[in-house]
T-cell receptor, first 110, second 115 residues
Framework: GQQVMQIPQYQHVQEGEDFTTYCNSSTTLSNIQWYKQRPGGHPVFLIQLVKSGEVKKQKRLTFQFGEAKKNSSLHITATQTTDVGTYFCAGGAGAQKLVFGQGTRLTINP | KAGVTQTPRYLIKTRGQQVTLSCSPI?????VSWYQQTPGQGLQFLFE???????NKGNFPGRFSGRQFSNSRSEMNVSTLELGDSALYLC??????????????FGPGTRLTVL
């Protein structure tokens, strides 16, 4: 079945450093969604990408969908303590259900 | 619109007992999915219900079951609890469910502790 792998599993950075998490699917996706879960909270939707090669930005966050629609990345520029949390990607593929990656837990040293 | 609500928020049970968790989706949403989250294990998919029918099921033993009512509210039940069932149980609702491009709206979760 469809698998969505996310790396790294953990990332610790100094405040102000950049951060990137990668999401790879075993199958071609029709869309990819990104969610953020703050410590003690629940996953909250950030963005959805549907087009090959699509790039979307939300302030310091940049989301990319690969040309082959099998991978995606989330890049945070100049991290702040408010960026702490676990970032999940979730891939959907037509007749297959949305599948979540394992998440990347980001911790930040102020 | 009110968000997804889950009750209870916290639960302590002992091994061998059973538990029922409840999820009320956003008004108008017909899909409810359940996930188990443990430290370091990400979101483990349990099952999805859409219009009272189970559409998909994850790789969990038969002790885990669920149902959905005509008002889209959903319950999940875990029987014969084991220590390893201690986790945060999250439900997520959406209009058309996991087989669409719909956003998933998560509830705050039920923290289950099995002693």
């Amino acid at each position: 079945g469809q698998q969505v792998m996310q790396i790294p599993q953990y990332q610790h950075v100094q405040e102000g450093e950049d951060f990137t998490t990668y999401c790879n699917s075993s199958t071609t996706l029709s869309n990819i969604q990104w969610y953020k879960q703050r410590p003690g909270g629940h996953p909250v939707f950030l963005i959805q990408l549907v087009k090959s090669g699509e790039v979307k930005k939300q302030k310091r966050l940049t989301f990319q969908f690969g040309e082959a629609k099998k991978n995606s990345s989330l890049h945070i520029t100049a991290t702040q303590t408010t960026d702490v949390g676990t970032y999940f990607c979730a891939g959907g593929a037509g007749a297959q259900k949305l599948v979540f990656g394992q998440g990347t837990r980001l911790t930040i040293n102020p | 619109k009110a968000g997804v609500t889950q009750t209870p928020r916290y639960l302590i049970k002992t091994r061998g007992q059973q538990v029922t968790l409840s999820c009320s989706p956003i008004s108008g949403h017909r899909s409810v999915s359940w996930y188990q989250q443990t430290p370091g294990q990400g979101l483990q998919f349990l099952f999805e219900y859409f219009s009272e029918t189970q559409r998909n099921k994850g790789n969990f033993p038969g002790r885990f079951s669920g149902r959905q009512f005509s008002n889209s509210r959903s319950e999940m039940n875990v029987s014969t609890l084991e220590l390893g069932d201690s986790a945060l149980y999250l439900c997520a609702s959406s209009l058309a469910g996991l087989f669409s491009t719909d956003t998933q709206y998560f509830g705050p979760g039920t923290r289950l502790t099995v002693l």
